[in-house]
């Protein structure tokens, strides 16, 4: 493999990557202050593609509207999931929200199958976001330049939220002892609603960049992405917000450039992530960034 096809590859590693980072973020955030794996987190992501492709197919918004309008509501839906499945079973097992977590995610796949089909739809992908730059015989696109841009912004914006502000102080807080928080005056279910909003916008825009690649949309699409998110999240340690950034950047190059060096495995690259899932957790159960967890939350 020659410089020029190995740098190709890792543009095209990092726009991957940051498109499961985005969705990784939701995962590790809920984890973080219910210690639940929302399942449904990934069905969140199709929720936000869909709501996309209506605004732009159907209602015929301009794609940037469409993003703000498809991100807002991806949000509120995340709200709504925590108040309506969530909330009643705050003091339940935690076998109770994980079971609950996969029913949301078969009630969102199967409720969209009844109302919008199960045939896959072709995203309208606005032309100036296919727009090819080469340089050096590497090529890019507008999309494959603003997702990783996007993300990484994103994740300052997420950082500075948890570090700088007082709901982020609320939020590390209540990772920590959710019935003291309460204790002190917190409104903890308010802090929950905050941490689904963001996990959930972060959903959408990651569905919309999702569906930006590759032009297409329907109910299922969440399930096999949502998943590699999930990977991500705990391969760069579940709980830490810069480590789902890390691990989707991880299991992204990792599914790109294994099957650049090996193009006959391309039939198993969605294994690939699942593969170095295990590979790390073997050596490293905490994920990457997961050490010092119990100390230090997100």
Aim: with cysteine; aromatic share 14%.
């Amino acid at each position: 493999m020659d410089i020029t096809t190995f740098i190709q590859q890792m543009v095209n590693g990092f726009s991957l990557g940051s498109m499961y980072a985005l969705i990784a973020i939701g995962y590790t955030m809920v984890y973080g202050v219910l210690r639940l794996i929302n399942f449904a987190h990934g069905d969140i992501m199709m929720v936000g593609a869909f709501l996309g492709y209506t605004c732009i197919a159907v209602l015929g918004l301009p794609f940037p509207i469409a993003v703000l309008i498809a991100v807002s509501l991806s949000a509120l839906a995340g709200i709504l999931t925590d108040k309506i499945a969530y909330k009643p079973l705050r003091d339940a097992p935690r076998i109770s929200l994980l079971i609950t977590a996969i029913g949301i995610s078969f009630f969102l796949e199967n409720a969209f199958t009844v109302f919008a089909g199960g045939v896959p739809r072709a995203f309208p992908v606005p032309e100036y976001m296919e727009h090819v730059f080469v340089v050096s015989e590497i090529t890019f696109t507008v999309s494959s330049i603003m997702v990783p841009v996007v993300t990484l912004g994103l994740l300052t914006g997420i950082l500075f939220v948890l570090y700088k502000t007082k709901y982020g102080m609320a939020i590390r807080a209540l990772s920590f002892d959710f019935k003291t928080v309460n204790l002190m005056g917190i409104d903890a279910n308010m802090i929950i609603s905050i941490v689904f909003a963001l996990g959930s916008a972060l959903a959408a825009v990651g569905g919309i960049f999702w569906v930006v690649n590759y032009p297409s949309v329907e109910p299922m699409m969440g399930v096999l992405v949502g998943l590699k998110a999930f990977a991500a999240a705990v391969v760069g340690g579940i709980g830490s917000v810069t480590g789902a950034v890390l691990g989707g950047f991880i299991i992204g190059f990792t599914e790109v450039v294994v099957i650049a060096f090996w193009p006959e495995l391309g039939g198993y690259k969605d294994a690939f992530a699942f593969i170095f899932l295990i590979f790390v957790l073997l050596f490293k159960p905490t994920g990457i960034m997961g050490e010092d967890l119990e100390k230090s939350r997100f």
